[in-house]
């Protein structure tokens, strides 16, 4: 196991690699630069910028001075907002995100095993509809109008909650709701196709033959196996949501790592771009890799290493 | 064999190759399948649905009279009447002609992008689990650096270097889209790989992609359907928000996503304008959804009677 | 045993939200007791505040996070809305919308327009250092050093060796700015320079404490003890992308007149959002000068009579690409823009009570152009100037014409105006145009570039001054022309102008370079911009100049 988690890490900082020097490159292919305005600067001081932020310098120099300094996690200062570093942009917009995306996937966890659940063991009757209804709203109402409807009904019209800012517990609830709507539903979906798929299996029948109860067949041996695709899609998932959502944050004012992230492409604010990316893959390849633990030690028929065979 | 043997055995007409041919006779696959999928009620509803959305998307935009793009600013923002149906966008336009006009576009984008993510995400998920080892580290890893990849980079340029156009919006959304049902395939295999009856099919002899397409994807088909049909309304989301930096359509074409994101300001004042696209979006999505299901459990070997 | 994950889970889930709120704890919501009635739980009256007065404390929002607080950093109207507050430069935009006296005191001019001498107030910095003219000419010499990356610099060209000395080939020492002592500040133009007054308001010409800025060269990256300022306001807390909170500078030379005690600038950037903050009482400001309203909201806002507006030195503009055809010819150009109906996109489309533009340079500053060169939807001349057009660059109709497309950079305004006008010349000319939208920095390269045919633009003036809309046509290469024209007697004209001294005859010839502008057509105007605002009944004497900058000097609550 500590000898796979290590191959895996390699592998990690290999990706990262990867995901920098494919990021330096698209960076620079686009079109724009970090001091593209509509009033434009005089050529010289274009150029005394551009020497001192060293992009004036051929593109390997500039991508090795990159790399020396994503290894020192130092990202430098952002383009745009001068007096702030990468790294503190990321950190204060991280600790806003993360906590909006792990209430967001709480809730949606939550509501949504027990959704997918409930519908499958009711396969076709009143509760598997209902909550299949529930889940189809979840999904097919995009975030963006969720959001807005959301905003607008509890705060606007009943003023139930503020409209927006991230000030107390209460401001966190309606970006919450929205952004937890549509993996709320995806996951009840998933759980119930993959319950559904696990409840017919001849284990299953055979702990109904021993007798055992229906709940302790569900929780023993019905969910532990269904929750493999949950899983699967959580990783990635959790990685996206707790990094920040721009269209959330935008609606409802909150000083998140997603708006950031946005502008910065925008802005072509280079540093910031390269800073989050970096973060982001991080946190989105140590998700993958702990969905293929918890594949193990939900599964233990899957095997870590399948190389054997290929070897 | 012993030659003694030969005498008391008789062959009993079994090939060698087919030796994993165990289906039964009498009604095929797909007629099963057809049956079961007819007697879904919900799942009906869902085609029906989709063929008549597909219908007014065909024949829709030339029921009023009114074209899609031309304005009538004295006309503008009127509630829904006799003379317009859904009312009047902002410039004066009819919304029930661009709501149909936006249906094809919505659909198309939905449906082929969830086709190409379809394809490539269950090939490479498929390969990548069923080969293992080497293989399946480098595929995988390959779809990490893709979605670590910042996507409105990669957009970005697509449409610099394709020129924006409808095919680009469609392959931009597919850059990043296939991972999931890759990765949703990938793990399924996994785990069904080492399982008794594909160990089995293996001993008597069947090859990958006989395994693939008779063994394992047959089995992984529950998942794959509910991510294809979540693929949908995300790739028609994924092109209002995409229209929405300035990567999408241009107008006077719209979409569904790009109306409803236009009429989002105006919930308050003219909520046609948001209601309808919405509603509309919200209709698709669900057909594909029951759909989706009714599939799922007609394929499902399992629930075969 | 069902019920027990239920209940697992939910404790879960509570626990989730528990977490959630005890990270941020603090819910300081500002906010003014009296207003309509609404208070929210939590709030706390402000100490020595008897029954009907009013809280003193204004919360408004940024729109987006200011990119610097440095004065010399700065070149977005967010920043200046901050910088304007806190910040006090030798003049101020008075309320009579003209330059007044500030830090100067007394401000000498020779008769050649090009020395100024100002004498500088008792003022002291927010710390409680004197305000010198030490301080002026550090700043200036900062904003001009090229290593300092200054962005404004260009502001500052009109002073003596200034441009040399940014583009490195003067030395700062040959600037014509000086501190001849503490209290007086010696400037030398290169040309006499009629707007140098306002100028001298502007955020890039304010002054930084020296004595705090040369010891730390971060002084500006966030609130706090090395942050002094010497305005009316002082920076208390910068919360970055969250909000930015001003407080009363009790060291301010004019305390007296400020009334605010406290303001709170929050950081929301969508204009739904922020109106609707405002109409559950969290704002006491939604719209312009910083931020906008959404369209949609206008008609019924004007309806209920909440609506403020205020005409701004600003013009919504199309550019031609005038190298290639058919924009290369100056009767195409024309009909192209003649064909418009401005009156009707701005009751229409953009709503806002702008004034159609049939010339380049605002009405505030000429006068004259509130009516303009030619007649908004002019169509029979357009068409006579199409035909023109056609006939010159041989083609037989509209239909040989190259195929055109008008580019914008994407936003639903710009969005909206672009389909009306692309209607408008299907409907009147017969043309068929396709839009194109684009990112803003693949927009900006394309201009740039000269890669399009008709292109969106907005300038907002940095000064009020006819040349700083009609120089950057000056040279086909210049900075911000993108329309590859330039005409010889235009060039001419501009280059008389700054050397002329007086005031009247100056207009003149800038008119008469702007009457040569829209006889060629290199751009086509729509309309002049205005200022749209809603804001609490309560706040009172807040001041926005033609130049849409915002100022909370003297404004207060009534009770």
């Known amino acids: ?311 | 064999m012993e030659p003694m043997l030969q005498d008391k055995f008789k062959l009993a007409g079994i090939k060698h190759q087919d030796a994993d041919n165990v289906s039964r006779s009498g009604l095929s696959f797909w007629q099963d399948v057809m049956t079961r999928f007819y007697k879904n009620k919900l799942a009906m509803i869902g085609l029906v649905l989709l063929i008549g959305l597909v219908f007014m998307a065909i024949f829709g935009p030339h029921m009023t009279g009114h074209d899609y793009r031309t304005n009538n600013l004295s006309q503008k923002n009127l509630a829904p009447s006799a003379e317009h149906w859904f009312g009047t966008d902002d410039l004066g336009r009819d919304v029930f002609t661009r709501t149909w006009e936006g249906a094809r576009i919505s659909l198309l984008i939905g449906v082929s992008a969830a086709l190409i993510d379809l394809l490539i995400g269950v090939i490479w998920g498929g390969i990548a689990a069923y080969r293992g080892g080497r293989t399946d580290e480098v595929m995988m890893r390959f779809a990490d650096v893709l979605y670590g990849v910042p996507y409105l980079l990669l957009a970005i340029l697509f449409m610099v270097v394709l020129g924006q156009s409808l095919t680009t919006m469609i392959l931009a959304m597919t850059i990043t889209g296939w991972i999931n049902m890759a990765r949703i395939v990938r793990g399924e295999v996994l785990s069904l790989k080492n399982r008794e009856y594909i160990l089995a099919a293996r001993t008597l002899g069947a090859g990958m992609s006989r395994i693939m397409r008779k063994h394992l994807i047959p089995n992984t088909m529950g998942p794959i359907l509910v991510t294809m049909t979540l693929t949908v309304p995300t790739a028609i989301f994924t092109e209002s928000f995409l229209s929405y930096l300035g990567l999408g359509l241009s107008p006077p074409l719209a979409s569904w996503g790009t109306m409803a994101s236009d009429g989002l300001p105006a919930i308050k004042y003219y909520p046609w304008r948001l209601f309808f696209p919405a509603a509309f979006i919200c209709l698709t999505i669900f057909a594909f959804n029951v759909i989706g299901d009714g599939l799922r459990d007609a394929l499902d070997p399992k629930l075969r009677k | 045993m069902k019920k027990r994950i239920m209940i697992v889970l939910s404790v879960l889930l509570m626990t989730s939200l528990v977490f959630a709120a005890c990270s941020k704890p603090s819910s300081n919501q500002p906010g003014n007791n009296n207003n309509k009635g609404i208070t929210t739980e939590g709030e706390s009256s402000t100490p020595g505040d008897t029954g009907g007065n009013a809280t003193q404390e204004l919360r408004y929002n940024l729109h987006s996070e200011p990119p610097t607080l440095h004065p010399g950093l700065a070149n977005d109207n967010v920043s200046g809305g901050v910088l304007n507050q806190i910040f006090e430069g030798l003049t101020t935009i008075g309320k009579s919308g003209k330059p007044e006296k500030a830090i100067a005191e007394q401000i000498d001019i020779s008769d050649d327009q090009k020395l100024y001498t100002f004498k500088l107030r008792d003022a002291v910095w927010s710390n409680g250092d004197p305000v010198t003219a030490h301080d002026f000419e550090y700043a200036w010499k900062w904003v001009l050093d090229p290593a300092n990356e200054a962005k404004y610099a260009y502001q500052l060209y009109y002073i003596d060796g200034a441009e040399q000395a940014n583009t490195g080939k003067g030395s700062a020492d040959s600037v014509g700015v000086k501190a001849l002592d503490e209290k007086t500040l010696e400037v030398k133009l290169v040309n006499p320079t009629p707007f140098f007054l306002e100028l001298t308001s502007f955020y890039t010409y304010l002054p930084i404490n020296s004595k705090i800025a040369e010891a730390n060269k971060t002084w500006a990256d966030n609130a706090g003890d090395l942050y002094t300022s010497n305005g009316p306001f002082k920076l208390a807390e910068w919360a970055h992308n969250d909000k930015v909170i001003l407080l009363k500078n009790d060291s301010y030379w004019d305390k007296g007149t400020v009334k605010l005690d406290k303001i709170t600038m929050t950081i929301v950037n969508d204009e739904n959002t922020v109106l609707g903050m405002f109409e559950k009482n969290e704002l006491d400001w939604a719209g312009s000068p910083i931020g906008a309203l959404p369209t949609d909201a206008i008609p019924s806002l004007r309806d209920s009579g909440k609506l403020h507006s205020q005409a701004a030195a600003s013009t919504y503009f199309y550019k031609f690409n005038t190298t290639e055809k058919p924009f290369n010819n100056a009767n195409i150009r024309k009909a192209f823009t003649y064909a418009i109906d401005r009156q009707s996109i701005i009751d229409n489309v953009t709503q806002g009570g702008q004034f159609p533009a049939t010339a380049f340079v605002p009405p505030s500053i000429f006068t004259e152009n509130s009516k303009g060169y030619f007649g908004d939807n002019a169509i029979d001349q357009a068409k006579e100037f199409l035909q023109k057009g056609l006939e010159e660059l041989g083609y037989k109709d509209v239909s040989e014409l190259p195929a055109i497309t008008l580019s914008y950079n994407t936003s639903e305004g710009h969005q909206k105006i672009a389909q009306a006008i692309q209607d408008m010349w299907t409907k009147n000319l017969g043309v068929e145009v396709t839009l194109e939208n684009s990112e803003w920095a693949v927009y900006i390269e394309k201009l740039h570039s000269l890669d399009y045919q008709v292109g969106r633009m907005g300038w907002i003036a940095d000064f009020n001054d006819a040349i700083n809309f009609l120089e950057m046509f000056r040279d086909k290469d210049g900075g911000n022309n993108d329309t590859g024209w330039e005409n010889a007697q235009f060039k001419d004209l501009l280059a008389k102008s700054s050397t002329e001294k007086d005031a009247a005859k100056r207009a003149q010839l800038l008119q008469q370079a702007e009457a040569i502008f829209m006889d060629e057509m290199p751009v086509l105007p729509i309309y002049f911009y205005t200022n749209n605002w809603v804001v609490n009944d309560k706040l009172k004497d807040v001041f926005i100049d033609g130049l849409s900058n915002i100022y909370f000097k003297w404004a207060h609550f009534e009770s």
């Open chain 1, 1 to 311: 196991m500590l000898k796979y988690i290590g191959k895996r890490v390699l592998y990690i900082l290999l990706s990262l690699w990867l995901i920098v020097t494919a990021t330096f490159f698209l960076m620079r292919f686009a079109p724009g630069n970090p001091f593209t305005s509509e009033k434009r600067l005089p050529a010289q001081i274009e150029a005394n910028l551009k020497a001192h932020y060293g992009l004036d310098q051929p593109w390997y120099v500039q991508y090795g001075e990159y790399l020396v300094k994503i290894a020192q996690w130092d990202f430098g200062p952002s383009f745009k907002y001068k007096s702030q570093t990468v790294n503190q942009l990321i950190a204060d917009g991280f600790q806003v995100s993360a906590i909006l995306g792990l209430m967001a996937i709480f809730i949606a966890l939550a509501v949504g095993v027990i959704l997918g659940t409930i519908a499958a063991l009711r396969h076709n009757k009143w509760q598997d509809y209902g909550a299949m209804i529930i889940a189809v709203a979840g999904i097919s109402v995009p975030s963006f109008i969720m959001a807005t409807v959301l905003q607008y009904v509890f705060a606007l019209q009943l003023g139930i909650f503020p409209v927006a800012r991230w000030e107390s517990f209460m401001h966190t609830v309606l970006p919450a709701l929205a952004l937890a709507s549509t993996p709320t539903a995806f996951i009840a979906r998933l759980t119930r196709s993959s319950m559904l798929e696990v409840l017919s299996n001849d284990y299953i029948k055979t702990a109904k033959a021993k007798g055992l109860s229906q709940s302790a067949i569900t929780v023993r041996h019905t969910i532990r196996n269904a929750m493999l695709p949950v899983v699967s899609y959580i990783g990635p998932l959790a990685a996206s949501i707790i990094t920040g959502s721009f269209v959330i944050e935008k609606i409802f004012g909150i000083p998140g790592l997603g708006s950031s992230f946005v502008l910065s492409i925008g802005n072509r604010d280079y540093t910031v771009i390269m800073g989050v990316t970096v973060f982001y893959s991080i946190i989105l390849l140590l998700c993958v890799l702990l969905v293929d633990i918890l594949y193990v030690l939900i599964d233990p028929r899957i095997k870590l290493t399948g190389r054997k065979e290929s070897a």
